[in-house]
Each structure stands twice: as C-alpha cells, then as structure tokens.
C-alpha cells in the first residue's frame, strides 16, 4: 500500500462547478499535511497548508481528519485556470522526510 | 530571480555515463531537498539536508547515486553508471527549517539516458 493515495482522476468539471479530492496516508506519525499545485512540465507549488481545524483560501477548502487518516481539498466555483495536477503531501514527525501522493488531474472546460 | 535554481535544465547521456545536477537554494533557507519525479507520478524523496549535513536518504537511493552539500549552499546530486530506468525529472527544494515551512521547488533537471 502506498503511503499516500490519491485518486488519479482525470476530473473533468465545467466552470462554476464545484469539486473535491481526496488524500488518505497511512502513517499515523505524520505530522504536516499539504496541497500542491504542479501545472504540465512545471514544478509543483504550495496551495495551501491543511490544518486540523480546517481551512479555507478564497475558493479552496482544506479539511484534515486525523481519525480516519485522510485530508480532502474543495474547489468551489472552477475556473479555467484551476485545470492542474494537485498533489497531497505528507511530512513525517521530524520534518523533513515529504511523501508525495501520485496527483489528481482536474481539467476545468468552458 | 531569487529562487530555487536547477543545472543543467535538460540532459542527455548515454547509459554507463556519469551525470551530476546542481541546486541552488533559497539562501537563508538551510534545508534542501531532492526529489525524482516520473510522468503520471508525484515526486519521490531522494534525500535531505539540514544545512551541510545529510540526514536521510531514501532506500530509492542506490549505491550509484551520491549527493553533496558541501558549504551548506548548493548541492549537487551525482550518478553514477546511468541506467535508463534513472530517465526523470530530478528536483530540488529547499525551505527554512520546521515541519510548517513550505518547501520551495526548482524548475528540476530533466534526465534522459539513452
């Protein structure tokens, strides 16, 4: 089992729609949890931080439940824009030892 | 541009050549990474500095594969006897110290062994 599954998608939404994706990680020890954003033949970039409280930046919503081992990412209101691959990330206690969940592809049509 | 930097950004070699790649950080960031990225997959974790000290190295690492951190600035990232299934996109990041800070990727290095 990986240490980080993502579903592959692809995700193929019209703007204005709104949609999720799902993380799930299998070590407990993990302590920093992350969304990424890699564009094609680019490298990947923060999105934002997931905090055990949940949060939430403009149109994104980040949610961590520690519980059943799995952080989720909500889009509202797609745009063109958002047609990327994110990436769940998972840093160990320590800090440094960063797993990479494989992506979820997510186009956004007109 | 004060970013994370990667050279070469593309390289071309033939099997059994020895190949280095270098990264330079942010520069008050004292951790540094690298990763391997193949298509249709994230990043994997190849190793990690705090500073000039390496403190982890992946079991993806083989023997062939050596990096370096010598000043606690840039680092270079060595392998040896290329293999094509070493053919990906290497990255690099770096990022202050704390499990919180967002580490800060490069364009990476794209291998190809022929």
């Known amino acids: 089992r990986k240490e980080v599954e993502q579903d592959p998608g692809p995700f193929n939404v019209p703007e204005g729609a709104t949609v999720a994706f799902n993380c799930t990680y299998s070590?407990?020890?993990?302590?920093?949890f992350f969304w990424y954003r890699q564009d094609c033949r680019k490298e990947p970039k923060l999105l934002m931080s997931?905090?055990?409280s949940g949060n939430e930046d403009g149109r994104f919503t980040a949610q961590l439940n520690r519980a059943s081992q799995y952080i989720s990412l909500l889009i509202r209101d797609s745009k063109l824009s958002d047609s990327a691959t994110y990436l769940c990330v998972v840093r160990f206690t320590g800090g440094f030892k960063t797993i990479f969940g494989a992506g979820t592809r997510l186009f956004v049509k007109a | 541009d004060t970013g994370v930097s990667q050279n070469p950004r593309h390289k071309i070699t033939k099997r059994g050549q020895n190949v280095t790649f270098r990264c330079d950080p942010i520069?008050?960031?004292?951790?540094l990474y690298w990763y391997r990225q193949t298509l249709g997959q994230g990043p994997e974790f190849l190793t990690y500095?705090?500073?000039?000290?390496?403190?982890?190295k992946s079991r993806l690492l083989s023997d062939r594969f050596s990096a370096e951190r010598p000043k606690g600035s840039f680092s270079t990232l060595e392998i040896q006897r290329t293999e094509q299934g070493d053919s990906a996109m290497y990255l690099c990041?770096?990022?202050?110290?704390?499990?919180?800070?967002?580490?800060?990727f490069g364009p990476g290095t794209r291998l190809t062994v022929l």
């Open positions: 500095f705090q500073n000039e000290a390496q403190l982890e």
């Open positions: 520069s008050e960031h004292n951790r």
């Open positions: 070590n407990s020890a993990s302590q920093s």
């Open positions: 990041a770096s990022s202050l110290e704390g499990p919180g800070h967002e580490q800060f």
């Open positions: 997931v905090y055990s």
